[in-house]
């Protein structure tokens, strides 16, 4: 009987385990089959991926550097990838595991129940290696594939909606959840992430409220243990900042009682002590309880942060001279948190802005604040723009230290002179024992060849005495690296303008008149004696170097002060500076303007010297455009419509003028001109009369038209000087003139310089090449060559052996556009609207090119793009003539262009870069270079 049941039994289990390996070995849809997937699905599979995405989240937390400074975000997720330059996650063997688990799950697998939980599984591992485009792709296909498993929909959505928030897609995460918050209104469980998730969106949005009530929620919906203490400092942190600080107390006081990390705890710790200090309104001891944390050597590296907050206590006691104190005392103690670093290079910024209104060293510590903050910090664009305003009162305070540096040394005897400016050059630094003063960075360590205490070789085991080492390790330099240069900040490959400004200092007197040789090929930094004969050219030791060295230090007082005054809305510093100014050069050419800014700035801090500086302006300067606005607030705007009829008046004269109606253009002329003679180009309609009148009559009615203009407006610098070369020109042709019935018989409408065929070159002038003079072809373009009258020119034996070698500039890139030297420069205005005629605009640029830059035959084209135009002008052979010729035409860009001055704005390009150009796109990526770089 016992055999008979052995034999059952053993016939029994053959048939059962025969029955599991043909369930295993076929993948059929049947009862067995699919029970025995799941059971190896859901254990051999699921439980082990999802102990593996544990870890992995447990691990990523722990190595996770929160920025306490912020709201924590609700959940710690891997950092995204840069798409166009970085590979996603990397080498990550863990999410490799999950992703080849979850493929086995849906090839081997597919009669199973945990299908959904295979693409969830693949959603998470690309979600962790920082595939945010695929994560997102694998759940939205859950959600969409398994609309029945609440549960899997529910994870699907949460996590699509994480994938979105990742790639910055906020909108699209938003319309995610609100299908996720209809999803889980009908449900019990698996909602604390959801809910935090769409809390997350709260926080980005700034809506604290709704922040709030999401995450109370989430936290009643059984988080885990660390979740829940996350999601109480955030908590905390959104009732500090509704300055509801009795509940953002309570949250803190949680996070003190639970088993929070250590760094969160001590940032709870100290949040508590501040907001206590700030409810109880005691002004003595709360700096004192913030100060008494740091006896505690558990808080040796968080000093930094409290004397931050020691600081703000101060700033917000209005104490800025202590605070500025403490946020020194966190720079200096900063050891790894650089967020914490920035933060406080940022509040001490702002105290020298706000407060101490020292804007030199606002800019520095603004400078530092942007190489030290993230660039995701909020505000930070705003910081990047304060530094640039601040750039511009920079460097017109260091060219008066400048200017006043040269006149100090001209009042010097010669020999006396000689020797400060070698002492300049070379200055005299004392000696140390130890360390080198500089930057405070302590001497190398390291032996070297020349070092006298050396006693013998090193020892072999030394690092730097194993040449086979050092090469190696050179080499493996180089591959991270590249070449870099031996200085200060040598991983920075873009500098901060303070850095930029230490670093040159050394070459301002070689570089501070912009002399560049784009052809010289050595790069090293001039000798003493090249400095120093440069820096000697610069003395201004006869009284026209004098003058000019005044004019650029009055040039730059009356920048500083428009700059206090239009731009930092600081009426008492512009005050001041302006009163400098006057203080030194009390007679200058500015003073209507200067009398006007004192008016400005002295109405609000001192209404009766306000009174007398607008008494000043309307007795001295009576007709001035000041005078007016004074008079009536609203003249600027009524001049503003001014010219934009007298704008239209003109162009429709020059209409008229280019299809050879002379006669109408007389008569229009007249009727402008007799309706508003003092109109902004009244000399420009004159001219145009003038031309008519020259086209259809005897020359000596238009030399009468030219002498006219001559008198009319002395004080004009486009017209004037163009008729004067003229008249010039028609004095020495004079009998030529005189045997024509029309003075000026030919005409060609498509040559807007049609007066260069008229009015070459003066022949007196050496200088330039000479022009085709018989006129059969077209005339020669020649490159810019600065007028230098031949009295002036020094006669030497060899030329090239005195002059002073410069270094190259550093080239400089940013994309596709670099600085680096050209032999061609163009002057570009770049007017904003394609659907604008500049003919009228192009003849102004024509005339004053005639009037100023004759000899030179300057030429003017124009570029188009869709929306675009650019009027270019050329060609220039340096960078630095190009600048001369725009410092010199920039000013009278309101009177050649007859557009509004809103659209149009000019710049100086390389023709490398030039040639670049080719969409709307570019140029504004040229414009911003520009900006950056010139």
């Known amino acids: 009987m016992e055999n008979y049941a052995i034999n059952s039994l053993k016939i029994t289990l053959v048939i059962f385990f025969s029955c599991l390996l043909y369930a295993c070995s076929s993948n059929k849809d049947t009862a067995m089959s699919r029970a025995m997937q799941n059971l190896t699905s859901r254990y051999n599979y699921i439980y082990n991926a999802n102990l593996i995405l544990d870890q992995h989240q447990t691990a990523l937390t722990e190595a996770y550097a929160d920025n306490y400074d912020e709201v924590l975000p609700v959940y ?5 990838y840069d798409i166009f330059n970085d590979q996603p996650g990397g080498s990550m063997p863990d999410m490799e595991e999950i992703i080849k688990k979850a493929r086995v799950l849906l090839l081997e697998k597919t009669y199973g129940n945990y299908q959904d939980d295979a693409y969830l599984l693949l959603g998470k591992a690309n979600f962790y290696k920082g595939n945010y485009f695929n994560a997102e792709e694998y759940f939205d296909y859950t959600a969409k594939t398994y609309p029945g498993n609440t549960k899997s929909r529910v994870i699907a959505l949460d996590w699509k909606a994480r994938s979105l928030m990742q790639l910055g897609k906020y909108s699209e995460a938003a319309k995610v959840l609100d299908t996720l918050s209809n999803t889980i209104s009908g449900t019990k469980s698996h909602k604390a992430e959801p809910l ?31 979740q829940r203490i996350r999601w109480n400092y955030i908590l905390a942190q959104l009732y500090e900042k509704q300055e509801n600080y009795n509940e953002a107390l309570r949250y803190y006081r949680k996070v003190e009682k639970s088993s929070a990390p250590f760094e969160m705890y001590f940032n709870a710790n100290l949040n508590r002590i501040k907001l206590n200090a700030f409810m109880s309104g005691l002004k003595i001891n709360k700096q004192q309880e913030l100060l008494a944390m740091l006896k505690d050597d558990k808080n040796e590296d968080y000093h930094d942060q409290i004397y931050y907050q020691v600081a703000e206590s101060y700033a917000r006691d209005q104490n800025y001279l202590e605070a500025d104190k403490y946020y020194k005392l966190s720079l200096r103690n900063s050891t790894k948190n650089m967020y914490q670093k920035g933060l406080s290079y940022l509040k001490i910024a702002d105290l020298n802005f706000k407060h101490f209104h020292d804007y030199i060293h606002a800019k520095l510590y603004y400078d530092s604040t942007v190489n030290t903050l993230p660039k995701t910090y909020p505000g930070y664009e705003l910081v990047v723009k304060k530094t640039q305003n601040l750039q511009y009162l920079t460097d017109r305070y260091e060219q008066i230290a400048f200017q006043d540096t040269l006149q100090s040394l001209a009042k010097l005897p010669e020999a006396e002179r000689l020797a400060k400016v070698r002492l300049l050059v070379n200055p005299v630094i004392a000696a140390t024992k130890t360390i080198n003063t500089v930057n405070n960075i302590p001497a190398s360590p390291f032996p ?141 050419d500015r003073l209507a303007s200067i009398y006007y800014g004192l008016f400005l700035a002295n109405k609000t801090i001192d209404p009766a010297k306000a009174e007398v500086y607008k008494q000043k302006v309307l007795k001295d300067f009576a007709s001035s455009s000041y005078a007016k606005t004074i008079l009536d607030p609203a003249f600027s705007m009524k001049q503003s419509e001014m010219e934009i009829v007298v704008n239209k008046q003109y162009n429709d004269l020059f209409d008229l003028y280019e299809k050879k109606d002379f006669a109408s253009v007389i008569l229009k002329a007249d009727e402008v001109l007799q309706a508003s003679p003092d109109n902004y180009l009244a000399p420009q309609f004159a001219y145009l009369k003038a031309i008519a009148i020259g086209r259809t009559a005897h020359v000596d009615q238009l030399i009468t038209a030219f002498e006219k203009i001559k008198v009319s407006y002395p004080n004009d610098q486009l017209i004037v000087p163009l008729v004067k070369e003229h008249l010039n020109y028609i004095s020495q042709h004079l009998e030529e003139f005189k045997q024509r019935a029309i003075a000026l018989a030919d005409f060609d409408a498509n040559e807007p310089k049609f007066f260069a065929q008229q009015f070459p070159a003066k022949a007196t002038d050496k200088v330039a090449s000479k022009t085709n003079k018989d006129q059969d072809g077209p005339p020669k373009v020649i490159p810019f060559v600065p007028q230098i009258p031949v009295a002036e020119i020094p006669v030497k034996e060899n030329p090239a052996a005195e002059k002073p070698v410069v270094p190259a500039p550093a080239v400089k890139a940013e994309g596709i556009f670099n600085t680096a030297p050209s032999k061609l420069y163009y002057y570009v205005v770049h007017v904003a609207d394609a659907s604008l005629t500049l003919s009228s605009s192009r003849f102004g640029i024509g005339q004053y090119n005639r009037g100023n830059y004759a000899e030179n035959n300057l030429r003017h084209q124009l570029k188009e793009f869709d929306n675009d135009q650019l009027i270019f002008v050329g060609n220039f052979g340096t960078f630095d003539d190009a600048k001369t010729y725009a410092d010199g035409i920039n000013p009278q860009l309101k009177q050649i262009m007859k557009v509004p001055a809103n659209l149009y704005k000019s710049f100086i390009i390389s023709k490398e870069n030039f040639d670049k150009l080719s969409s709307k796109d570019l140029l504004n990526k040229y414009l911003e270079f520009y900006k950056n770089n010139y």
């Open 76 to 80: 710690v997720n891997p950092e995204a």
């Open 196 to 226: 935090a998730t769409i809390a997350q969106i709260y926080i980005h949005q700034r809506m604290a409220s709704d922040a709030i009530e999401l995450l109370q929620q989430a936290q009643q919906a059984h988080p885990s243990k660390q």
């Open 448 to 588: 070297t060849g020349n070092d006298t205490r050396q006693k013998g070789p090193a020892s072999s085991n030394f690092y730097f005495a194993n040449q086979a080492a050092i090469s190696t390790g050179f080499n493996d330099f180089k591959k991270k690296w590249g070449n870099r240069k031996l200085e200060l900040n040598w991983r920075q490959s873009i500098k901060s303008s303070a850095q930029e400004t230490n670093q040159g200092i050394t070459k301002n007197y070689a570089t501070n008149n912009g002399v560049v040789n784009p052809d010289q090929k050595n790069t090293a930094m001039p000798d003493s004696a090249s400095k120093i004969k440069t820096l000697l050219a610069e003395i201004p030791t006869t009284a026209a170097g004098l003058a000019i060295s005044d004019q650029k230090e009055m040039e730059a007082y009356y920048e500083i002060a428009n700059f206090y005054l239009q731009e930092l809305n600081s009426p008492k510093e512009a005050a001041e500076v302006y009163e400098t100014l006057l203080k030194h050069f009390p007679n200058n």
